[in-house]
């Protein structure tokens, strides 16, 4: 696909909307060429659309002057062209970015009313009724959202797992290959955090949160993992969480370790249920192995998370409806059902070209959907992601008022975060504003290993430690 654009300013965004109705870019040789003009009132859209279908042209002129600014107009501009050239409706329409909750805050912040939202996603962004009605649900759901500036979560990253998912996008690294810098990393990892403890009693902090992820902080060794458990000593907090995802990392022992320092909630993933997808994903446990070691977790009194991913490779409609059923029969307190996100540049994209162009990942999730309510589940946050399957997005669903109070506070950025760690990124929320500062430590455990002064003097500026 090739984009033409009058002005280069917005295109990015521009680009975000087109590449939706062209999800396999290899041998494609589609042209749109887009021209706009811009008065004090209005932004006037020419768009020509060139491609195997053939040529059309499109004009379009929208009002400014109602909140909307230049560049959702020329989003929605182009994505009413595209829609009617392909005659394809998205279930997100022209909504680009993460998190499509945290729009509907703002426009509450600006005066809406709940009742008008529906009408202005439909409007504004040509997002499908379902959507709306599952993005007002989560907001139901979410409620109380607490804001105070004194209130923080602690987050702590793991970059190591015991294989190199295919599709995963996540910087981490097969624990076999790195084993010489565990303890290096966990040593360099203990100076940052004795740096935060400081930081937030200084600051006067309160950390009510704390989430280990990663990577698969499990796979870890055993006495590794204590050192960095036995480290974060907040007093009381009212929620734990460490990432156990992967069955094959998990065993009495390190449960008995977790339950030791007052863990609150793991996970146990399957992704699937199908041995030949896991497979397939280089995953290195099977569906059974994922039975046995949610079974053993069992015995303690951990909350417990489990994931699937909705359109991988060689999964079938059936399977993963097989899938949700065994997760559902299996009752865990949360379910997220993920759907695939692929970079396009990559291998295994490239390999797996045609899930972009026969996907049933939308019954997928219409099947999850409707038997998580079912039995129970109710959906409290949603984040999105580029190059996802047909324009689809990531929902956690919860029962027996068991929401992970983290994965709101991240995904809708109400609460200051200190992150440590390779690729972790700390933000500062400053609530009167309704404003996030960011500083991110570098992404490779080496360069992490050998920069951690800087990074501890990234966390000083943004939190005015003198």
Do not use: W
Not at 213 to 222: C, D, E, L, M, S
Not at 408 to 416: F, K, N, P, R, Y
């Amino acid at each position: 696909m090739e984009l033409l654009l009058s002005d280069y300013e917005y295109q990015n965004d521009i680009f975000d909307v087109a590449r939706e109705f062209f999800p396999a870019t290899i041998d494609d040789t589609s042209v749109i060429k887009l021209d706009y003009k811009t008065t004090d009132e209005n932004v006037d859209i020419d768009i020509q659309i060139n491609s195997i279908n053939g040529k059309k042209s499109y004009q379009k002129s929208f009002d400014t002057n109602n909140g909307e600014g230049v560049k959702s107009r020329l989003k929605l501009g182009l994505y009413d062209a595209l829609s009617d050239y392909f005659n394809k409706f998205l279930p997100y329409g022209c909504l680009t970015g993460v998190r499509p909750t945290k729009v509907v805050y703002s426009l509450l912040q600006k005066g809406l009313k709940l009742s008008q939202i529906p009408s202005y996603f439909r409007e504004n962004y040509r997002v499908s009724k379902d959507k709306i009605n599952l993005i007002l649900e989560i907001i139901e759901n979410q409620k109380p959202i607490e804001r105070n500036d004194n209130l923080v979560d602690f987050y702590v990253n793991i970059p190591f797992c015991t294989t190199k998912c295919s599709y995963c996008s996540f910087i981490s690294a097969p624990i076999d290959k790195v084993q010489n810098y565990i303890t290096p990393y966990v040593d360099t990892l203990l100076k940052e955090i004795e740096f935060t403890k400081k930081l937030i009693r200084e600051k006067c902090y309160i950390v009510k949160n704390v989430y280990i992820g990663g990577g698969t902080p499990t796979a870890i060794p055993t006495n590794e993992l204590e050192r960095i458990l036995e480290s974060l000593t907040f007093g009381e907090i009212k929620e734990f969480t460490v990432e156990a995802g992967r069955p094959d990392t998990i065993d009495k022992e390190k449960l008995d370790l977790l339950q030791k320092y007052n863990v609150t909630r793991i996970s146990v993933n399957p992704q699937t249920f199908n041995d030949e997808v896991l497979k397939g994903i280089g995953r290195a446990h099977c569906a059974v192995d994922t039975i046995k070691t949610y079974e053993l977790a069992r015995n303690y009194n951990f909350d417990i998370n489990m994931d699937l991913i909705a359109g991988l490779p060689k999964e079938t409609l059936k399977s993963f409806k097989n899938s949700i059923d065994k997760v559902i029969d299996l009752n865990p307190e949360n379910v997220t059902v993920h759907t695939l996100c692929l970079k396009r540049a990559s291998s295994f994209a490239i390999e797996n070209e045609n899930i972009f162009k026969t996907s049933k990942t939308e019954k997928m999730l219409e099947y999850a959907q409707k038997q998580l309510y079912k039995a129970g589940y109710k959906p409290y946050y949603l984040y999105r992601q580029k190059n996802q399957v047909d324009n689809l997005e990531n929902v956690g669903y919860f029962r027996d008022k068991t929401i992970c109070r983290f994965n709101i506070e991240s995904m809708e950025e109400t609460a200051s975060i200190i992150a440590v760690g390779a690729n972790a990124i700390s933000k500062r929320y400053f609530s009167l504003e309704n404003r996030i500062e960011r500083c991110a430590n570098v992404k490779d455990i080496p360069s992490y290993i050998v920069r951690i002064n800087e990074m501890i003097d990234r966390k000083k500026e943004l939190f005015d430690l003198k």
